[in-house]
DNA sequence: CATGAATTGACCACCTTGGTCGGTAATTGC
DNA sequence: GCAATTACCGACCAAGGTGGTCAATTCATG
């Protein structure tokens, strides 16, 4: 249905498609506004139906999309590579980077789906989800060589920790950023204090 | 204007707040409904202006009642009586627990008016934030004895990586109990997970 | 029973919603 | 150059939700 938007000029489509991501992310399904996209994006409510049938299909397209990006873009790049988990989210941190420069609310978009609940949408976005979390899974946990960590501590434990404190680390950098234009962003700085908190992992956590 | 609401049983005062405390926390100031509000604290529209003058008195309200609250049962209850950054984790794990227990939504709520960006509360809510954010800063971080900490890495970055990672810890133990009702959770075996990071954290980061 | 307070819910004027549609502008094919 | 088709606009719609009110009712207390 939606050949028309698929068709447009790249700048036009990402400008569309950030401010839905935007106004869902925000929002939640049933309470994101169309106006409010079509008044971001600068295209007229006219246009979006025009593209889209409807909101739940508009929804559903850019659950594809998302989904498609992360899946090419994100998690092929980075999965069986390398077994060790420090260079592999290494990787993740500048691949996720690249994604945030051209579609900076996709993974807020991807926080706030995940815990979605519109019956409207429910059935269809489930199966999606679940479809695009177990394959994250496996491309980033999945063969990972533990034998790199230190022996006397359960391997497990050691992964959970570094993930959830690389995650979070992730997470206030993009905060940071948030308000800063693109072009000005220090990624230099940034690279070499993340490379900082990799080097204190490794050491820590890794036999020696 | 609210010594109506004050002078309620506990038990109702309990579940107006719950109710309200989770609609905000879902939606944000401007899109919380207080019509949902009624409908799950089991009031009548008429009760709850009768309570409070107006949506924004009953939010400002709720606001300060949370910071009273994690003021007094959290913050006041770790700081100072201990250097060391598990145990004061540990600690504050504990009492997190009990603070759910009664008041479900409130990290929820507090997580979420730490982005609310309404301009109609934007001031009131900004000064009592400031307030919040540092005293809890100086509770959980001040007076922090990091000569525990091995000493090969620096201190600040093992303070960063052990606060990230309980931190997503935390959060991750909230969705899980997230769905079940109070009395099912087994407490003991939540505590025997945690003590385990704790475990690892403590080989892994401190002096042996 | 009487009095004052607590509580109700129908009701208000107003606003936003997803979606439509007659019209105009731009593009295409010949 | 013209006709036909497509892209796009924005005023408009009925439906439903908004924060807040208030006359009427229930309740507690003396």
């Known amino acids: 249905m939606h050949e028309n938007f698929t068709g447009l000029k790249?700048?036009?489509?990402?400008?569309?498609?950030?401010?839905?991501?935007?106004?869902?992310?925000?929002?939640?399904?049933?309470?994101a506004s169309t106006n409010e996209m079509v008044k971001a994006a600068g295209i007229s409510k006219g246009a979006l139906f025009h593209y889209f049938a409807s909101k739940k299909e508009l929804f559903l397209f850019l659950c594809d999309y998302v989904f498609k990006v992360v899946s090419q873009e994100f998690y092929e790049q980075i999965g069986h590579c390398d077994g060790d988990l420090l260079i592999r989210y290494g990787r993740a941190a500048m691949l996720k980077g690249a994604v945030y420069q051209r579609y900076p609310p996709m993974f807020e978009?991807?926080?706030?789906?995940?815990?979605?609940?519109?019956?409207?949408?429910?059935?269809?976005?489930?199966?999606?989800?679940?479809?695009?979390?177990?394959?994250?899974?496996?491309c980033l946990l999945g063969?990972?060589?533990?034998?790199?960590?230190?022996?006397?501590?359960?391997?497990?434990?050691?992964?959970?920790?570094t993930i959830w404190a690389l995650e979070n680390y992730g997470n206030r950098s993009m905060e940071l950023i948030g308000d800063q234009r693109v072009e000005e962003i220090d990624l230099e700085a940034l690279n070499t204090d993340f490379a900082q908190y990799l080097d204190v992992l490794r050491r820590c956590f890794y036999k020696q």
């Open 109 to 138: 978009f991807i926080k706030r789906i995940s815990v979605e609940k519109s019956p409207k949408i429910e059935d269809q976005l489930k199966e999606r989800l679940v479809k695009m979390m177990a394959y994250g899974y496996q």
């Open 143 to 161: 063969n990972l060589d533990t034998s790199l960590f230190r022996q006397d501590v359960p391997a497990d434990k050691i992964r959970d920790l």
């Open 10 to 31: 790249e700048d036009k489509r990402d400008s569309i498609i950030n401010a839905a991501l935007t106004e869902f992310a925000t929002k939640g399904y049933e309470l």
